[in-house]
């Protein structure tokens, strides 16, 4: 049963009262020039009244040029482009003052996270990101890091803003949003992320491969009575029939970085679970890659130069950003929330649907940098117009979910909610 949908009033009308939009032109400074900056800095500019200004700034400076091109002629906007490498604190820092932008937003590598904080904070300047950090040499990522800066953020009278991509990011928010308006008590909670895609080639990622492999082939954490239990990477699989014809594809349970926060800010949950579906051409590719070493992180010696195997693989597999061209299919990524309400069990599931072809023809990327571009924009903006913003370092679920979802319908994301359990 359809309880609301972007197209029913009544859950338009919840969100329209809290959200009241601070029209004031802000400058934002956008870090990292690949398939999702390419997003975030077409969507800022789709919004002049909330982005006055906006410059990008990524290692390479030319696919930076490439971006603010494409966004002069789709939006008639010109982007200022600047070339930094974000290790660098002093670089970033020299940067920020010489532009003095109210928000960085961070769509580099996870790897940058702590530089891009520590630089925000020497230049009092707003902080937000898609992806908690991940120290290069350890596959592994968690929050520990980032929350450790909230005093110092709290002290500076600063806000950053965590993982606001689709998932972490969206995610987190439909969590929040049926905690406020569906359910007294949340008890289970399975994320689950389908690509229906076809980017026609043999094998590539749709966001950066080295993150990406290491994200996939990290033994498996799952939630369940107060504790992260381990299983084996990929072992436990289910089959997902998605919504709105969408498809029935093969999911697997992995680690993703929103349990930590989400088991942490709704601590009744009892099970939080993600799930991701993988082709099973993609699969045989992987377990090769695997097999002969080639998605190892451990240096090896080629000929005296001391290479990461991984890095080597990233050199050869298609840049995502260049996959939105004849990229066909629908991606299909939601919550299946169970809890309490009035004493009742009730589960609802609240998912968006978004086309690769459309995204490719609006702004020139497929689906899975648009999903993850857009609510870093929406993140950007509801900081920057006020609503948003509190001195600390916040995950999306910490603030009120109604002006995100609200923003969500009229940028390109519309979502819906269903009173129904796919996994059951
Ligand atoms: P890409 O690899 O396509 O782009 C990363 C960009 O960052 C590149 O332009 C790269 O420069 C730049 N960069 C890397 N290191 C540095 C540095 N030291 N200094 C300056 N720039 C640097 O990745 P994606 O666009 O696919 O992903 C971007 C981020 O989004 C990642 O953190 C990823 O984990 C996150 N993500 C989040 C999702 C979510 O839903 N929350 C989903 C998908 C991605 P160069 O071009 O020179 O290599």
Redesign the pocket.
Known sequence: MIVASRSQKRVDQVASLVYRPRLEMKKVLL???????GVVAHKCAQHPEAFGEIALA???VA?CDQIAASVRRRTGREIATHQ????DVAQTVGLLRRFGPDLLVN????Y?DLALMDACLEAGVNYLD??NYEPPEVAKFEYKWQWAYHQRFEQAGLCALL?S?????VTNVFTAYAAKHHLDELRELDIVDVNGGDHGQSFATN??PE?NIREVTAPCRHWENGAFIETPSLSEQRSFSCPEGVGTFSIYRMYHEEMESLTRHFPTLRRAQFWMSFSPNYLRHLEVLQNVGLTSIEPVDYHGTAIIPLQFLKAMLP???SLGKGTTGRTCIGCIVRGLQNGKQKTVYLYNICDHAKCFEEVGSQA??Y??GVPAMIGARLLLEGSWKRPGVWNMEQFDPDPFMDLLNTCGLPWSIVESDPLA
């Open positions: 870090i990292g020039a690949g398939g999702v900056g990524s290692r390479t696919k930094v490498d974000a290790d769509v580099a590598l996870p940058q898609t992806a993982g991509g689709f998932d972490p990011g966001f950066n993150i840049d995502p950003g899975v940098s999903t993850t």
